[in-house]
């Protein structure tokens, strides 16, 4: 697995970052987006790993990300 897909299949972006290749070489690598940070396995079927057969509904834009700044927040600590 020497070449990166073009784009995130969530969110378009273009630039991809391998975080791991696996222990048998050209078997997997995950990547992951550089804005959505969506993370994905090479080996993963295309719903997964395509941008073109990525779900819609999943599919994110750039507003989607920027209005994305809630933040589920801690629950207390069970006692
Ligand atoms: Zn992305």
Redesign the pocket.
Known sequence: MNHLPVE??????EKIFRLATSPVPGVCDVLQ??????TWRTGEPARRTRRDAYPDSFK?TVADIENAIEVPTVPPLLK
Not at 8 to 13: E, G, Y
Request: proline share 8%; aromatic share 16%.
């Open positions: 995130c299949p969530r969110c378009a972006f987006c550089g804005r959505c940070l969506y994110l």
